[in-house]
T-cell receptor, first 111, second 116 residues
Framework: AQSVSQHNHHVILSEAASLELGCNYS??????LFWYVQYPGQHLQLLLK??????LVKGIKGFEAEFIKSKFSFNLRKPSVQWSDTAEYFC?????????FGKGTTLSVSS | EAGVTQFPSHSVIEKGQTVTLRCDPI?????LYWYRRVMGKEIKFLLH????????ESGMPNNRFLAERTGGTYSTLKVQPAELEDSGVYFC??????????????FGPGTRLTVL
């Protein structure tokens, strides 16, 4: 069955620390991958997406993700987090026209 | 450009009542999707409209849920009668295409439904 697994439920970091959020997917078709973010009180926003080509994808606000086909992974990274990155992060794979989401990872950044 | 809007932002109803949620997609987006997040669980797909046609309703939980998109513009999702397990946040999203770089789904703020 198609699924997305996010390894960490809650991550707590200090400002300037590096971030890596894990995402593994299970899907047999052509892979389109996404990371969405939901800041407190706001709606889901697209951080970045992978369709094809360069497996290292750069998104908004200094985030990037690397698609590793052999590991079925699409981990999200940021070299130095800020307090404003406190949010919930969702990894998703596109199956047909629907998005299949992971359970989300809550990131708390302390200043 | 206005984003996806949803109404109401929050609804509290009693078990057995009816609730109708509304979604207005981004203008010009033919594709409209409904998703739901039950507390503690992942966001799950409910259905997909292309214009006024239901393209995929494989995620609809049961026949108490009815989605419509008359005229291919806004959509409504009716729950009748509501049950306790229907509580959650209902998200609407829209996209211009379903393939390629333009198929990004843009989400609305969600409607939080609480069934007592």
């Amino acid at each position: 069955a198609q699924s997305v697994s996010q390894h960490n439920h809650h991550v707590i970091l200090s400002e300037a620390a590096s971030l890596e959020l894990g995402c593994n997917y299970s899907y047999g078709g052509t892979v389109n991958l996404f990371w969405y973010v939901q800041y407190p009180g706001q709606h889901l926003q697209l951080l970045l997406k992978y369709f094809s080509g360069d497996p290292l994808v750069k998104g908004i606000k200094g985030f990037e993700a690397e698609f590793i086909k052999s590991k079925f992974s699409f981990n999200l990274r940021k070299p130095s987090v800020q307090w404003s990155d406190t949010a919930e992060y969702f990894c998703a794979v596109k199956a047909g026209t629907a998005l299949i989401f992971g359970k989300g990872t809550t990131l708390s950044v302390s200043s | 450009e206005a984003g996806v809007t949803q109404f109401p932002s929050h609804s509290v109803i009693e078990k057995g009542q009816t609730v109708t949620l509304r979604c207005d997609p981004i203008s010009g987006h033919d594709n409209l999707y409904w998703y739901r997040r039950v507390m503690g669980k992942e966001i799950k797909f409910l259905l997909h409209f292309v214009k006024e046609s239901k393209q995929d309703e494989s995620g609809m939980p049961n026949n108490r849920f009815l989605a419509e998109r008359t005229g291919g513009t806004y959509s409504t999702l009716k729950v009748q009668p509501a049950e306790l397990e229907d509580s959650g946040v209902y998200f609407c999203a829209s996209s211009q295409e379903t393939r390629g770089q333009s198929d990004t789904q843009y989400f609305g703020p969600g409607t939080r439904l609480t069934v007592l």
